[in-house]
């Protein structure tokens, strides 16, 4: 297809439209490839060129894709498949002849998503271009981890291609082997496929897709913006299949692969619409977004810096209109490998929305969040059976479940914020009218948090679910109940919380102490939790909280195989713990349940103080206590303080870091280090900002070492 199928509501003339693979069918497929008649002839250099008329940004020869002229060359599974500090050297601008039109394609410098710029042109050796308005709150180009993409001297690697479309020639490097009398080339020609749009008005009713695979759609990450109140985002309001002001729609049983940009967008209005029983993988942006319109925000305020003075702003609690999506279903889509061109993505996003079902999904190796609601507004989401992990794989300080919440009552300087809400606290759920219940998921995020409610996060309810490694995170917001949930080898994370929160964190499993930053106060109840060692409980009761929380015996089912449920004769049913059901995560139609894969479940880590012989994991290493003048002596130590790396596993975190086994770790992040409690929480509070350096004892003489948590 050249251009979208459109269905408005003066083509539907109130009737249902139903698209569907016959019976008859293996497949249907809907591309947005165009075959291109070429007449090759062999260049310089090894390259063959055609004369086209055509424009695109991908090409596929005999069905796979080829790499657009770039430096460094393709790397597969690689950050952006290689980045080089030198991309943009002065040296390697100068061999530029004419690089208008190329791309810069950049982290953010906090490595919160990507960045992407088009070059408008050069003087000597500086680039000319625009861009940078993909993510909320842009930084300057990552002065490493960058690329260019789609200029003619980087034309230099077997599979690479560059169109001159000034001279409509496209030129190409072929593969070994290749025979360019018979190859069948095809171009990516356009974003979108099938595009329902009613207005506000008249919105189109009763469609129903089912059956159809979506495919090759052209990249959009140079295509306008917006900006989504003040979280991190910028979205492009287009996707594979566009849904905008409709009712009732349904998209079932369909694949999403190999697009350009987001698969499924229900975008302004959108009311029982439903998303079910689909596989979306491999795509350039997020999967299924759900994002209203912003006419729909009263006093809303875009950009990070940017608020309403509390004098100027429109007080009236929810919603200014009825542009947002509401009372959709999202339920039992396999969803992976996104983020192929874009790092700000997530498989289900939700921005000015409310009452939305996101249920028995199961979502995973992806860059950033596997779930993400960007602003409180407004709310009533229920959040409930997926399995979402191997998230944060390309970026930091986030988690598998994210959510922001800057709506009216934040401001970017915390004190004028804990006074506005102290002198008018109804401010504070004039947005988030209704709880976001989080319930009977199952979280790992290894570079974040399985659950982050960042900034300003309020009106959650976050019970009966399994967090396997990074543990819930809660900064900067109110009203916020956590119950009954399992902490594997890790625990609670209070951030900046103000001093009359409301928080309520009860009759949960952790394994860790709590991580406190910044806390002006400890919530309404932090009690009658059970904690997996005494040294943990001690530590948290130092802070006053927890006065009836428990430790003691406790045993699971099978945590190797990832049954989480309690023995009967488990101390914390003493606090009221419930069994959580562990069988319901994820996807559950066949088809896809054959697919999927699963998390990988850790192993149960309990600090035992009392045990100096005994061995823990970290970050793919083994380590144990510095034991006495033993190991004073064998390690050339100059007092019995420090941790010993008895064992490292190849290709870990720590290996990367160059750790070796027999070094002995003494200070972490500016801090010395006596017990295997403090490796654990200096390794949690660090993880989020992305590396932490050690140093360690190694033949005798000190080295420091940074370590990446990526």
Same mark, same amino acid.
């Given at each position: 297809?050249?251009?979208?199928?459109?269905?408005?509501?003066?083509?539907?003339?109130?009737?249902?439209?139903?698209?569907?693979?016959?019976?008859?069918?293996?497949?249907?497929?809907?591309?947005?490839?165009?075959?291109?008649?070429?007449?090759?002839?062999?260049?310089?250099?090894?390259?063959?060129?055609?004369?086209?008329?055509?424009?695109?940004?991908?090409?596929?020869?005999?069905?796979?894709?080829?790499?657009?002229?770039?430096?460094?060359?393709?790397?597969?599974?690689?950050?952006?498949?290689?980045?080089?500090?030198?991309?943009?050297?002065?040296?390697?601008?100068?061999?530029?002849?004419?690089?208008?039109?190329?791309?810069?394609?950049?982290?953010?410098?906090?490595?919160?998503?990507?960045?992407?710029?088009?070059?408008?042109?050069?003087?000597?050796?500086?680039?000319?271009?625009?861009?940078?308005?993909?993510?909320?709150?842009?930084?300057?180009?990552?002065?490493?981890?960058?690329?260019?993409?789609?200029?003619?001297?980087?034309?230099?690697?077997?599979?690479?291609?560059?169109?001159?479309?000034?001279?409509?020639?496209?030129?190409?490097?072929?593969?070994?082997?290749?025979?360019? =009398?018979?190859?069948?080339?095809?171009?990516?020609? %356009?974003?979108?496929?099938?595009?329902?749009?009613?207005?506000?008005?008249?919105?189109?009713?009763?469609?129903?897709?089912?059956?159809?695979?979506?495919?090759?759609?052209?990249?959009?990450?140079?295509?306008?913006?917006?900006?989504?109140?003040?979280?991190?985002?910028?979205?492009?309001?287009?996707?594979?299949?566009?849904?905008?002001?409709?009712?009732?729609?349904?998209?079932?049983?369909?694949?999403?692969?190999?697009?350009?940009?987001?698969?499924?967008?229900?975008?302004?209005?959108?009311?029982?619409?439903?998303?079910?029983?689909?596989?979306?993988?491999?795509?350039?942006?997020?999967?299924?977004?759900?994002?209203?319109?912003?006419?729909?925000?009263?006093?809303?305020?875009?950009?990070?810096?940017?608020?309403?003075?509390?004098?100027?702003?429109? &007080?009236?609690?929810?919603?200014?209109?009825?542009?947002?999506?509401?009372?959709?279903?999202?339920?039992?889509?396999?969803?992976? =490998?996104?983020?192929?061109?874009?790092?700000?993505?997530?498989?289900?996003?939700?921005?000015?929305?409310?009452?939305? %079902?996101?249920?028995?999904? %199961?979502?995973?190796?992806?860059?950033?969040?596997?779930?993400?609601?960007?602003?409180?507004?407004?709310?009533?989401?229920?959040?409930?059976?997926?399995?979402?992990?191997?998230?944060?794989?390309?970026?930091?300080?986030?988690?598998?479940?994210?959510?922001?919440?800057?709506?009216?009552?934040?401001?970017?300087?915390?004190?004028?914020?804990?006074?506005?809400?102290?002198?008018?606290?109804?401010?504070?759920?004039?947005?988030?009218?209704?709880?976001?219940?989080? &319930?009977?998921?199952?979280?790992?995020?290894?570079?974040?948090?399985?659950?982050?409610?960042?900034?300003?996060?309020?009106?959650?309810?976050?019970?009966?679910?399994?967090?396997? &490694?990074?543990?819930?995170?809660?900064?900067?917001?109110?009203?916020?109940?956590?119950?009954?949930?399992?902490?594997?080898?890790?625990?609670?994370? @209070?951030?900046?919380?103000?001093?009359?929160?409301?928080?309520?964190?009860?009759?949960?499993?952790?394994?860790? @102490?709590?991580?406190?930053?910044?806390?002006?106060?400890?919530?309404?109840?932090?009690?009658?939790?059970?904690?997996?060692?005494?040294?943990?409980?001690?530590?948290?009761?130092?802070?006053?909280?927890?006065?009836?929380?428990?430790?003691?015996?406790? =045993?699971?089912?099978?945590?190797?195989?990832?049954?989480?449920?309690?023995?009967?004769?488990?101390?914390?049913?003493?606090?009221?713990?419930?069994?959580? @059901?562990?069988?319901?995560?994820?996807?559950?139609?066949? &088809?896809?349940?054959?697919?999927?894969?699963?998390?990988?479940?850790?192993?149960?880590?309990?600090?035992?103080?009392?045990?100096?012989?005994?061995?823990?994991?970290?970050?793919?290493?083994?380590?144990?206590?510095?034991?006495?003048?033993?190991?004073?002596?064998?390690?050339?130590?100059?007092?019995?303080?420090?941790?010993?790396?008895?064992?490292?596993?190849?290709?870990?975190?720590?290996?990367?870091?160059?750790?070796?086994?027999?070094?002995?770790?003494?200070?972490?992040?500016?801090?010395?280090?006596? %017990?295997?409690?403090?490796?654990?929480?200096?390794?949690?509070?660090?993880?989020?900002?992305?590396?932490?350096?050690?140093?360690?004892?190694?033949?005798?003489?000190?080295?420091?070492?940074?370590?990446?948590?990526?």
């Amino acid at each position: 297809m050249e251009q979208p199928l459109t269905f408005s509501p003066d083509i539907l003339a109130g009737k249902k439209l139903r698209i569907t693979a016959s019976a008859q069918s293996d497949s249907v497929i809907i591309s947005g490839n165009k075959k291109l008649s070429l007449q090759w002839k062999q260049g310089k250099q090894g390259l063959w060129e055609a004369q086209t008329e055509e424009s695109f940004d991908q090409l596929w020869i005999d069905g796979n894709p080829r790499i657009l002229a770039r430096y460094p060359n393709y790397q597969k599974d690689t950050l952006f498949n290689g980045t080089a500090e030198d991309a943009l050297s002065p040296k390697r601008i100068k061999r530029w002849k004419n690089p208008e039109g190329g791309y810069i394609h950049s982290m953010h410098a906090g490595m919160w998503g990507s960045q992407h710029y088009r070059i408008m042109g050069k003087v000597k050796d500086s680039l000319i271009y625009e861009g940078g308005y993909q993510v909320s709150r842009p930084s300057k180009i990552h002065s490493t981890l960058r690329f260019v993409e789609n200029i003619r001297e980087e034309l230099d690697s077997p599979g690479e291609w560059f169109l001159d479309k000034n001279r409509q020639i496209l030129y190409y490097y072929p593969l070994p082997g290749e025979n360019m =009398d018979t190859i069948e080339a095809e171009a990516t020609v %356009t974003p979108h496929l099938f595009v329902i749009r009613g207005t506000k008005n008249e919105p189109v009713r009763n469609v129903c897709i089912d059956g159809i695979t979506f495919t090759h759609t052209r990249r959009t990450f140079m295509e306008p913006y917006e900006m989504l109140m003040r979280s991190d985002w910028g979205i492009y309001r287009g996707a594979a299949v566009l849904f905008e002001n409709t009712e009732d729609c349904k998209i079932n049983n369909c694949e999403f692969k190999e697009l350009g940009g987001n698969a499924v967008f229900l975008s302004s209005y959108a009311y029982q619409d439903t998303v079910i029983s689909n596989h979306i993988h491999h795509t350039g942006g997020s999967a299924i977004c759900m994002v209203g319109d912003t006419s729909a925000i009263r006093s809303g305020a875009y950009g990070y810096s940017k608020y309403i003075p509390f004098e100027q702003m429109d &007080r009236t609690p929810g919603p200014k209109n009825k542009q947002y999506p509401r009372q959709c279903l999202i339920e039992d889509n396999l969803i992976h =490998d996104l983020g192929t061109v874009e790092k700000q993505v997530a498989g289900v996003e939700i921005q000015i929305a409310a009452i939305l %079902t996101v249920r028995h999904n %199961t979502i995973y190796d992806i860059p950033r969040a596997g779930i993400n609601i960007g602003d409180g507004a407004f709310g009533g989401h229920l959040i409930e059976y997926n399995d979402v992990f191997n998230t944060v794989l390309e970026t930091s300080d986030h988690g598998a479940f994210n959510s922001w919440g800057r709506d009216r009552f934040w401001h970017p300087k915390y004190n004028e914020m804990a006074r506005l809400t102290d002198e008018h606290p109804e401010l504070i759920l004039a947005d988030a009218l209704y709880t976001n219940i989080l &319930r009977y998921n199952r979280f790992r995020c290894d570079h974040g948090w399985d659950i982050d409610l960042d900034d300003g996060s309020s009106n959650y309810h976050i019970y009966n679910n399994v967090c396997l &490694r990074g543990g819930i995170k809660l900064r900067e917001g109110f009203f916020r109940k956590v119950e009954n949930n399992i902490l594997v080898n890790s625990s609670l994370h @209070p951030h900046v919380w103000f001093k009359d929160s409301k928080d309520v964190v009860r009759r949960n499993l952790f394994m860790q @102490p709590y991580y406190p930053i910044s806390l002006n106060g400890w919530g309404e109840l932090l009690d009658y939790n059970f904690f997996t060692s005494r040294m943990a409980l001690d530590n948290v009761r130092k802070n006053q909280t927890d006065t009836h929380s428990i430790t003691g015996t406790f =045993d699971f089912t099978d945590a190797v195989g990832g049954n989480y449920t309690l023995t009967p004769d488990s101390k914390v049913f003493e606090i009221g713990f419930e069994n959580i @059901p562990m069988d319901r995560f994820g996807v559950y139609s066949q &088809r896809l349940k054959a697919l999927a894969k699963t998390p990988e479940f850790p192993l149960i880590q309990i600090i035992d103080a009392n045990n100096e012989n005994k061995s823990y994991a970290w970050l793919g290493a083994t380590i144990r206590i510095v034991n006495g003048l033993g190991d004073r002596s064998a390690f050339g130590l100059p007092d019995e303080r420090g941790i010993v790396i008895t064992n490292v596993e190849k290709g870990s975190l720590a290996d990367k870091a160059g750790l070796s086994r027999n070094d002995v770790i003494r200070i972490m992040a500016d801090k010395d280090i006596s %017990t295997i409690e403090e490796v654990f929480a200096l390794t949690e509070e660090n993880r989020w900002k992305g590396k932490v350096f050690v140093t360690i004892i190694r033949n005798q003489t000190e080295e420091k070492i940074q370590i990446k948590f990526k």
